[in-house]
Nanobody
Framework: QAQLVESGGGWVQAGGSLRLSCAAS????????MGWFRQAPGKEREFVAA????????YYADSVKGRFTISRDNAKNTVNLQMNSLKPEDTAVYYC????????????????WGQGTQVTVSS
């Protein structure tokens, strides 16, 4: 059974930074595209960022482009999300996800999900 475990969530003031990490196990990490999604109370889970197996190609939602950076370390089986210039609207539970052959920004195409980590940004 594949397992994804997020860490690094917490509380920050608007304009601050936070770095999320996701540790993967039980799957051949290099064979999966990795993504980050987030879900705020009362809202649907939405795409945030994704990264290809080659590490070179990255994808971002318009709402976070220029502020967030996704990265991965295939030797360590980890994917990270560096979040800068955080805004109150970034407050949500952030989820790490893996897809073997799905579309990078399509929630239902992802095969495995972590349990999420809370990010709270105060005004």
């Amino acid at each position: 059974q594949a397992q994804l475990v997020e860490s690094g969530g917490g509380w920050v003031q608007a304009g601050g930074s936070l770095r999320l990490s996701c540790a993967a196990s039980g799957l051949t990490f290099v064979n999966y595209r990795m993504g980050w999604f987030r879900q705020a109370p009362g809202k649907e889970r939405e795409f945030v960022a994704a990264i290809s197996r080659s590490v070179i190609n990255t994808y971002y939602a318009d709402s976070v482009k220029g502020r967030f950076t996704i990265s991965r370390d295939n030797a360590k089986n980890t994917v990270n999300l560096q979040m800068n210039s955080l805004k109150p609207e970034d407050t949500a539970v952030y989820y790490c996800a893996a897809t073997f052959n799905g579309r990078t920004s399509v929630r239902d195409d992802y095969d495995y999900w972590g349990q999420g980590t809370q990010v709270t940004v105060s005004s």
